[in-house]
């Protein structure tokens, strides 16, 4: 945190520039206490979010898994966020996601996935290590228009930890200096916690028009149905709240080269909500054998009332980079200096075989 300087004797012009200081301090004493002395608190109730939320098929919804038009999708994603203004939240996430077909002689299909990240933040270096497996039944309502309804599950288990070492305490400051050999006097909790998750979404989709040239996906899903507890100590912390969550895209090719999707979330869990809307322009080249061998995407989200994101990404035959930022524009503006989290994402596609029946399923090509 930053420590506002003495400013004592100062007058006249000045006082503007005092209030605007005064004013960073206490957000940041704000945004300390929350962040720092509640974690409990704070991931008790919202769960971690990213910008390029349409990544995280597992996290939003576990019906999305395995939408998508090749057979298998690796991925990895990192985002460093609050790095202006306090210890940053850095999350490191990896996945996995496939399917394959139920039969033969069937149009449906299973898709598999697993979700994993890990997260750290504030300066007792709070963090999460989560895994996510997911397994997802595409049951096909007409072949025609690629259409399918899609009942997923994922159960989590999530492992909740700080080092009390780097914990500090009044009774460790005498003569106003800080001392870590004085004893803290404190009686510390566990260090550790582990919690189960539970989560189960149903998603739509259908493609329409000429060739199928325009795709609509809409779904609903719940989490924490277990609603586990929150504590260090041993006995009751506080309950996790259920989060629901709905999940909309509509994707157009508008012509050989070009096309768009647009993306929108929601997530409302206890009193937290969180709408992210935006939408993503792609131009393709391709080979003589129609196959996309070079794609380069831009495009922005707009987290209603907290940031606005511009993101570009490129995607070379089967590797795909994805960057964005966000431009903090809540009342923590002033503080944080419009700066909020970085984020970049690593996604390598590909399929078993020509003969793949998920090119059945024409999806968005995030």
């Not at 203004?85 to 996995?96: D, E, K, R, Y």
């Not at 511009?310 to 035959?317: A, D, G, L, T």
């Not at 431009?327 to 984020?343: D, T, Y």
């Amino acid at each position: 945190m930053k420590i506002l300087k003495q400013m004592a004797g100062v007058t006249g012009g000045s006082r503007n520039t005092i209030n605007k200081k005064v004013k960073r301090f206490f957000i940041n004493c704000l945004l300390g206490i929350f962040v720092i002395c509640s974690p409990a608190y704070l991931f008790a109730q919202a769960d971690i979010h990213f910008s390029q939320f349409y990544e995280t098929s597992i996290l939003r919804n576990p019906a999305l898994t395995g939408i998508f038009g090749d057979d298998y999708k690796l991925g990895a994603y990192y985002r460093n966020q609050w790095n202006s203004i306090s210890n940053p939240f850095s999350t490191f996430l990896v996945t996995a996601e496939t399917h394959v077909q139920v039969r033969e002689t069937s149009e449906d299909f299973i898709s598999f996935g697993l979700l994993s990240y890990y997260d750290k933040a504030g300066s007792i270096d709070q963090k999460i290590t989560t895994f996510y497996p997911a397994i997802n039944y595409n049951k096909s309502l007409d072949p025609n228009h690629n259409r399918f309804l899609s009942v997923g599950v994922t159960g989590g288990y999530n492992q909740y930890s700080f080092d009390p070492s780097k914990a500090t305490f009044n009774n460790q400051y005498q003569g106003g200096k800080y001392n870590p050999a004085n004893p803290s006097l404190e009686n510390l909790p566990n260090a550790k916690m582990t919690l189960w998750d539970l989560g189960a979404g149903v998603n739509f989709n259908t493609s329409t028009g000429e060739g199928n040239n325009v795709t609509y996906i809409i779904g609903v899903s719940a989490y924490h149905f277990t609603q586990p507890k929150f504590t260090y100590y041993q006995k009751d912390g506080i309950t996790e709240n259920m989060r629901v969550n709905g999940n909309a895209t509509l994707s157009c090719v508008l012509s050989d080269k070009v096309s768009f999707q647009a993306h929108g979330n929601y997530a409302l869990q206890g009193t937290y909500r969180e709408i992210m809307l935006g939408g993503i322009l792609n131009w393709t080249q391709q080979s003589q054998g129609a196959n996309d061998v070079f794609v380069i995407s831009a495009g922005a989200f707009y987290r209603l009332g907290d940031a606005i994101a511009p993101v570009v990404k490129v995607n070379y035959m089967s590797i795909a980079v994805g960057i964005s930022y966000d431009v903090n524009i809540s009342s923590l503006k002033e503080a944080s200096n419009m700066q909020g989290g970085f984020e970049m994402t690593l996604f390598y596609r590909g399929n078993y075989s020509d003969k793949s029946l998920a090119k059945k399923t024409v999806c968005p090509r995030f």
